[in-house]
C-alpha cells in the first residue's frame, strides 16, 4: 500500500492510495490539464485509475472532478448531500455512486471507511483506506475533533493531517473578521495546536508515516505546523511530512 499527494491547499487538493492493481483519487481541485500533469509526476496516467471519491463540494477539493471523470469514464462515489450539490456538474458521468457516511465499501483492492467531519459543506466525510492489513486515515477540513474522528484515526499506520492555520497569525493577519470566524469556527479548519491535540490522544504505536496537509499559505508556516506534531509525537522534526500545495508529495510506502 502507497499514497501520494497531487497538491494540497486551498488552491487545490488530490490525493492518491495505491493497492495492489487499484488506484484511487481522494478529491480532485485542480483543472484537467494540470491533474494529468500532476499525476504524470506520480507515473501514473488517468487511464490507470479505478476512480475518485469526494470528501465534499467545496472547489478546492471537487472542481475537477467531473472533468476528470467524463474525460476517462471514472466512477466517483460520493454522499448523498455532496451529490446534491454538485449534480448540476457530474451531468454526463455514468458511474455515481452515493456513499452511507457510516458504512465501509469497497473499490478493488481497497476498502474504503467513511466518516462525518464537523466542517461547513452540507455532508462532508474523511476516509480510511485499509488493504486488509495497513491503514491510511486522512484528516483534512474539519474544524474541531470529534470521539468518533479520533476513534476512526486509532491504530492507523499512516495519517495524513490537517494544520491549516496558526491561531495568532489567522487572528492577526488581513483576512476580514467574518473569514478569521469561519476558519478557526468548530465548523472550519483545524490549527496546529488542535491537530497536535488530536495526534497526542491517538494510539500511534503502528504510525509509520505523518504528514500535515492543507496549510494555509498567509496564515501558517511549514516549520509551526512541523513543530506541533513533532512535540505532540515526541520525536524529530525531520519524521514529520508536509503535503505543499505546489508539489503535494511524492509515494510513500506503508510495509
Known amino acids: 500500500m502507497r499514497f501520494a499527494s497531487l497538491g494540497s491547499g486551498s488552491e487545490g487538493n488530490a490525493l492518491l492510495v495505491e493497492v495492489a492493481g487499484t488506484r484511487l483519487l481522494m478529491d480532485c481541485?485542480?483543472?484537467?490539464?494540470?491533474?494529468?500533469?500532476?499525476?504524470?509526476?506520480?507515473?501514473?496516467?488517468?487511464?490507470?485509475?479505478?476512480?475518485?471519491?469526494?470528501?465534499h463540494e467545496h472547489g478546492d477539493h471537487s472542481a475537477g472532478v467531473a472533468?476528470?471523470?467524463r474525460k476517462f469514464s471514472l466512477p466517483v462515489w460520493l454522499t448523498h448531500g455532496t451529490l446534491r450539490r454538485l449534480s448540476k456538474h457530474l451531468v454526463g458521468i455514468?458511474?455515481?455512486?452515493?456513499?452511507?457516511?457510516?458504512?465501509?465499501?469497497?473499490?478493488?483492492?481497497?476498502?474504503?471507511?467513511?466518516?462525518?467531519?464537523?466542517?461547513?459543506?452540507?455532508?462532508?466525510?474523511?476516509?480510511?483506506?485499509?488493504?486488509?492489513?495497513?491503514?491510511?486515515?486522512?484528516?483534512?477540513?474539519?474544524?474541531?475533533?470529534?470521539?468518533?474522528?479520533?476513534?476512526?484515526?486509532?491504530?492507523?499506520?499512516?495519517?495524513?493531517?490537517?494544520?491549516?492555520?496558526?491561531?495568532?497569525?489567522?487572528?492577526?493577519?488581513?483576512?476580514?473578521?467574518?473569514?478569521?470566524?469561519?476558519?478557526?469556527?468548530?465548523?472550519?479548519?483545524?490549527?496546529?495546536?488542535?491537530?497536535?491535540?488530536?495526534?497526542?490522544?491517538?494510539d500511534v504505536s503502528k504510525l509509520q508515516h505523518l504528514v500535515a496537509a492543507h496549510l494555509s499559505r498567509s496564515n501558517n508556516t511549514t516549520a509551526l505546523a512541523v513543530e506541533a506534531l513533532s512535540g505532540a509525537l515526541n520525536c524529530e522534526a525531520g519524521w514529520i511530512g508536509v503535503a505543499t500545495q505546489g508539489d503535494g508529495f511524492s509515494w510513500r510506502e506503508i510495509a
Open 94 to 202: 455514468e458511474r455515481i455512486h452515493e456513499i452511507d457516511p457510516h458504512q465501509p465499501f469497497a473499490i478493488g483492492d481497497i476498502e474504503i471507511t467513511p466518516y462525518p467531519v464537523p466542517h461547513d459543506a452540507v455532508e462532508p466525510v474523511q476516509f480510511i483506506f485499509c488493504d486488509g492489513m495497513r491503514r491510511l486515515g486522512v484528516l483534512t477540513d474539519a474544524g474541531s475533533s470529534t470521539p468518533h474522528i479520533e476513534s476512526m484515526l486509532n491504530g492507523c499506520d499512516a495519517l495524513v493531517l490537517e494544520c491549516n492555520h496558526d491561531s495568532d497569525m489567522l487572528m492577526n493577519g488581513d483576512y476580514p473578521y467574518s473569514l478569521k470566524q469561519r476558519v478557526g469556527g468548530r465548523y472550519g479548519h483545524l490549527n496546529n495546536l488542535e491537530s497536535a491535540s488530536i495526534l497526542a490522544r491517538l
Open 29 to 55: 481541485g485542480f483543472g484537467l490539464r494540470e491533474s494529468i500533469s500532476r499525476l504524470a509526476g506520480l507515473g501514473v496516467s488517468p487511464e490507470q485509475l479505478s476512480g475518485i471519491v469526494v470528501t
Open 67 to 69: 472533468r476528470l471523470a
